[in-house]
């Protein structure tokens, strides 16, 4: 008993006390609890008592999904589950490494259906299986699958294909509801039915995105638009248009408020009272319409004379429920391909796919017939396609590929299907037989006849007490009583010609899209006697679809969900023991858990798995090369895959030396577990990771070898480019210097030879004749030799007296009034030998800038000493020049 310490419980005391006891059964061989045990294989003993306590225990623990083998059995909770459904959880299933280590469920399944396909492993195709009884939660479990493919088969890569999955995703969601409406209906033991059985192929390209879909259907119960049994209802689109019309819509189709429908809505009310809203909603004639229904057309006689017979009430009301079925049937026909002309994808666009099966499940009611016999017939051809494919196949095939098994007895439901459609007498037959015969036939006749030639079978049943005529079939499911009474006009479906040309002449368009007005559709006159063709009855026609699907499932790698009812209230946390082990016994699940736990559902071919897994010998520790061994490059080399058991044996011994793994070599085919296949799978995508790193190694040493070599080309292009451009370079300054010198040479021996023939021309002229000064005497050695240098540098002077930039102020005005020979105005400014004291005009060399002082040199442009002022004539040369630039008007 559990104390309270300061307001708390001592929990995490019981819980240690929980969690001790639980290692101390673990470590004593204790069982685990029944809620833990995720697969039935690990329930030990495997009875159905033991199978039995650990689906109740998980279901009462809201645990719903449990693994059982090679099948997945779904409890349905008969509540909502929100959280058990959601994006998040089936994205989480889909990046899981190993999904079978998380919980069971139903994305498990689909994950590994997905793989199958990416992995490429023959079949490719695959094909889920959901069975079970009315009400076990079918539909809701092939949606839910469809959201997980939808989900997973799009593209995160690539926006556009993306949006392509996206949309195809929601066609394919958004169509489930419009066929539920025309194809469900409420029924004694599930309120959502599905009257039809569908097949879904859900097309992935080869990037295994999804690119389409198409939607196939068997068997539409249509006899439910105009015959229900009590408790029973219609299908569900009648009851949604009369709760969500509108006003204008209910005037238009004739449903007023609170009025009561059926097809004859009152005893005393005549067949006119309805026809003519008929006739108005079907855009025909009333009268034409009213003459159809009660006129019936035979033609007789060696020149087909043509009479018309008056019906009978029964009559007339069996052609008024034909009429109501053909179209109701056309209508959903077409609506199914309406929903494959906007979800299909082209046959070039897709090249594989996963199909999902749901039909209806086993149905027992108090009042069976035709439509319950051939529902129970293709849950037994279901349930005979697992035998056979998990069951029988593989214990036998384990047998002949020469591993050593012991077989395990199963239930196998042949001669049931013996019963039902085997040959030469079978209950289809005789059935179908009764319909070519065209003669009135009794229901007690067709018990009798039943019974006559199938007695003794050991799986058809007798039930002598029966106020009715009938017959018992004993399926795998258990015991089906079917009345005969009807079963003959059910399965002859008849449809008068009549009433196909009367509703091509419907002015309805969606009628004339329903019954063109095609010559090659037109049916002839009803024949009569022994010009009657051969009837293809509704057996007929569903046992060929039967085998077309079944074809399917044998091309691909099927998988396996069976659905149980935990009881029939579809109330939740309820768990009725008797109608579970009913279920669990008709569908043999403890013999597929014994077959499980001990057989290998996985087979590969020699080729095959050497073709897929030879690589995990590279796996293998590295070893000294031996020149006898097979393999001297430390099993790098490929082989050819080999067939022989012996050299197979002999490669698998090195596979298994790199990756421990529980395989069986047979004869022809390897046969492994799921978890060897999910070990040899990631040891397969481990080597490849290798392979693939030491790709991008190679690519990434390339790579930066090529960039190096490129970045040193580029240098060396970029020194070659960068030395020419400095070599032009040169070329073009060399070039202007070169002209610059020669330039300056010519300027400067031109003045030169323009300064000596000044010079030599004034002094031939003053020269002799001039009487030297009294004051005058001879210079010493440097005054003469700096007379020398300012005889060189006297153009510098004048290029700076005549500058437009340069010195400014007095200092320009000095050098203009020394190069013009003018008297110096003020005794303070810079000395400045002038023409009174010195022949010859002066030559101003200034000094850098900042300096106030002033060298003055004689210039050598000398004319006549003895003259105070330069004559007009004896000015000549530079001197002219720098006369004129120095006038009043210049200066």
């Known amino acids: 008993m559990l104390q309270q310490v300061n307001g708390h419980g001592s929990g995490s005391a019981a819980h240690s006390g929980e969690s001790l006891r639980e290692d101390l059964q673990e470590l004593l061989g204790g069982e685990v609890p029944p809620q833990q045990l995720n697969d039935l294989t690990k329930v030990n003993p495997v009875t159905l008592e033991t199978v039995l306590r650990c689906l109740q225990a998980r279901y009462m623990a809201d645990t719903f999904y449990t693994n059982a083998g090679c099948t997945l059995v ?165 009851y949604q248009i009369y709760k969500g019309a509108h006003a204008e819509e209910r005037v238009r189709w004739r449903l007023p408020e609170g009025a009561a429908f059926s097809w004859l809505p009152h005893p005393e009310r005549t067949l006119e009272g309805s026809v003519g809203t008929s006739a108005l909603l079907l855009g025909l004639p009333e009268d034409h319409l009213l003459e159809t229904l009660q006129i019936r057309t035979i033609r007789a006689g060696r020149g087909q004379q043509v009479f018309q017979k008056p019906c009978s009430q029964a009559e007339c009301n069996t052609r008024r429920d034909c009429l109501a079925k053909l179209v109701y049937a056309r209508l959903f026909d ?227 969900i069976r659905c149980i009812k935990p009881n029939s209230q579809a109330q939740a946390q309820i768990f009725h023991r008797e109608e579970v082990l009913s279920q669990l016994e008709a569908c043999g699940l403890v013999e597929t858990i014994h077959i499980s736990a001990a057989g290998f559902p996985i087979r590969v071919s020699h080729r095959n798995f050497m073709e897929r897994y030879q690589l995990l010998r590279r796996l293998r520790p590295a070893i000294t090369p031996s020149p006898h061994g097979p393999y001297p490059d430390g099993g790098r080399s490929e082989c050819p895959p080999c067939t022989e058991p012996a050299t197979l044996q002999g490669l698998l011994q090195q596979i298994l030396h790199a990756l421990p793994a529980p395989l069986h070599c047979g004869r022809t085919k390897v046969f492994m577990t799921d978890s060897t296949l999910e070990l040899l799978e990631r040891g397969r995508a481990q080597v490849l990771e290798q392979c693939a790193r030491r790709i991008q190694r190679g690519w990434r040493r390339h790579r930066c070898r090529t960039q190096a070599r490129r970045r040193w080309a580029a240098v060396l292009i970029q020194a070659a480019v960068r030395s020419w451009l400095t070599r032009k370079h040169v070329q073009q300054l060399h070039a202007a210097a070169t002209v610059i010198k020669r330039a300056w040479r010519e300027w400067r021996i031109r003045m030169a030879f323009l300064a000596s023939e000044e010079l030599d021309g004034v002094e031939e002229k003053h020269s002799p004749h001039a009487p030297c000064s009294p004051g005058s005497s001879p210079l010493p050695p440097a005054q003469t030799r700096l007379q020398g240098a300012i005889t060189r540098l006297w153009p510098l002077g004048l290029a700076l007296a005549n500058a437009a930039v340069g010195v400014h102020g007095f200092q320009r005005k000095l050098v203009v009034f020394a190069c013009l020979q003018l008297p110096v105005g003020s005794p303070r400014s810079c000395a400045v030998q002038t023409a009174q004291e010195q022949a010859g005009v002066l030559s101003i060399r200034a000094l850098p800038q900042g300096s106030i002082r002033f060298h003055c040199r004689k210039s050598p442009l000398r004319y006549a000493d003895t003259c105070p002022g330069p004559s007009p004539d004896s000015v000549t040369g530079f001197n002219q020049i720098l006369l004129e630039r120095h006038r009043p008007g210049h200066v």
Not at 509 to 538: C, H, I, M, Y
Request: net charge negative.
């Open 74 to 238: 779904a409890m349905n909770p008969f509540k909502p589950v929100p959280q058990l459904y959601s994006p998040e959880l089936m994205r989480e299933y889909h990046a899981a490494s190993q999904p079978q280590t998380l919980k069971p469920h139903i994305f498990t399944v689909g994950e590994q259906t997905y793989r199958n396909v990416k992995s490429l492993i023959e079949p490719v195709n695959q094909s889920v299986v959901v069975s079970g009884e009315s009400g076990a939660g079918k539909t809701w479990t092939s949606r839910c699958l469809m959201k997980f493919y939808a989900v997973v088969a799009a593209s995160p890569t690539s926006w556009e294909s993306h949006k392509v999955a996206e949309r195809i995703e929601q066609r394919i969601l958004n169509s489930n509801p419009v066929m539920e409406a025309f194809g469900n209906a409420c029924t004694l033991r599930n309120s959502n039915s599905s009257r039809f059985g569908k097949f879904i192929q859900l097309q992935l390209n080869g990037a295994q995105q999804m690119t389409g879909a198409a939607v196939q259907t068997y068997l539409l119960e249509k006899t439910r638009v105009a015959c229900q049994a009590p408790s029973e209802r219609n299908f569900h689109i009648f």
């Open 334 to 560: 077409w609506l199914v391909s309406v929903i494959n002309s906007s979800i299909c994808a082209a046959p070039d666009s897709w090249t594989t796919f996963i199909g999902l099966l749901d039909v209806y499940g086993f149905e027992s009611f108090p009042n069976n017939s035709l439509e319950q016999l051939c529902i129970n017939y293709a849950n037994e051809k279901l349930q005979q396609h697992f035998v056979a494919h998990y069951l029988r196949a593989q214990q036998e095939e384990y047998a002949v590929e020469g591993l050593e098994w012991s077989f395990v007895s199963y239930q196998d439901n042949q001669p049931c299907l013996d019963l039902i459609e085997g040959s030469p007498v079978s209950i289809c037959s005789l059935i179908n037989e009764e319909c070519r015969l065209n003669r009135p036939s009794s229901a007690a006749q067709l018990q009798t006849r039943i019974e006559s030639a199938l007695t003794g079978h050991p799986r058809l049943g007798h039930d002598r007490l029966s106020p009715e005529p009938s017959f018992i079939v004993l399926h795998y499911a258990g015991p089906v009583r079917y009345r005969t009474a009807g079963l003959v006009e059910k399965n002859k479906d008849p449809v008068p010609p009549e009433l196909t040309r009367l509703l091509q002449q419907s002015q309805d368009p969606l009628l004339k899209v329903l019954f063109p007005a095609d010559p090659e559709d037109k049916s002839q006159e009803e024949p009569s006697g022994q010009n009657r063709a051969p009837v293809l009855t509704v057996v007929s026609k569903f046992k060929a679809s039967l085998e077309q699907l079944l074809q399917v499932l044998h091309g691909t790698t099927p998988h396996y």
